[in-house]
């Protein structure tokens, strides 16, 4: 996982990005601990500090069975709009087109492009036509000494600078934007795109 405090900038970006409308259903593929379960509320959950009906649904999925038997204790249910799931993301038992928005954070370096492709195919598959992926991972472009150190202690192995980020991405989706940012010592990539029809059949 991401070696740094920088998760609160990550959050932020992730909400701005996905701009979640109350009623809509993110999924979390790779969820971990449910880290990013929250981000709803931010946007559309909380009035005057209370939870209100009408905000967005969310689902996180991780194959790790004790993050997510975590996270559900962590987190709940929130009456009923928030779950955590274990599931293979290579092979989600969801129907298609049947999510709005999808978060994919943390994740792409630690996985070959092999997998990366499957979990971005099942993506794009169970999301509506007009839904997003919203994708955040490590920057591998020159990141320079002292980023370095960061990035060399965290576990992910498979870093890639943002064009292959793209590319990966492309295979399935549209890239509709993309940009930069800090958390903290780590630099962060993040992309946010559409499926493309032809992943959806
Ligand atoms: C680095 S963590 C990211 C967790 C979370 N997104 C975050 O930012 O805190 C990567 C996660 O991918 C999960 N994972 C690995 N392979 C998976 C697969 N095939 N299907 C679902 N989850 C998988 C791991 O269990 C791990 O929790």
Not at 69 to 98: K, M, N, Q
Not at 131 to 151: Q, S, Y
Request: charge should be positive; aromatic fraction near 8%.
């Amino acid at each position: 996982m991401l070696i740094s405090g920088g998760q609160r900038a990550t959050k932020r970006w992730a909400r701005d990005w996905l701009d979640l409308q109350p009623g809509e259903r993110l999924l979390d593929v790779c969820c971990g601990t449910g880290e990013f379960c929250q981000l709803r509320i931010a946007d559309c959950g909380l009035r005057n500090g209370e939870e209100h009906g009408g905000e967005a649904e969310y689902l996180g999925i991780d194959l790790n069975a004790r993050y997510v038997a975590y996270a559900a204790r962590r987190y709940g249910v929130a009456g009923g709009r928030r779950a955590f799931r274990v599931a293979d993301a290579t092979r989600l038992r969801l129907a298609p087109g049947s999510f709005d928005k999808a978060l994919f954070v943390n994740s792409l370096h630690h996985f070959p492009d092999d997998l990366n492709r499957g979990i971005l195919r099942e993506i794009a598959r169970v999301l509506k036509p007009s839904g997003r992926l919203v994708l955040i991972d490590m920057a591998g472009d020159h990141p320079g000494r002292a980023r370095r150190f960061f990035l060399d202690r965290d576990r992910g192995r498979h870093l890639r600078p943002l064009g292959a980020q793209l590319a990966l991405v492309e295979e399935h989706f549209a890239v509709r934007r993309y940009g930069a940012f800090d958390a903290g010592f780590t630099p962060q990539t993040i992309i946010a795109a559409t499926p493309r029809p032809a992943a959806r059949e």
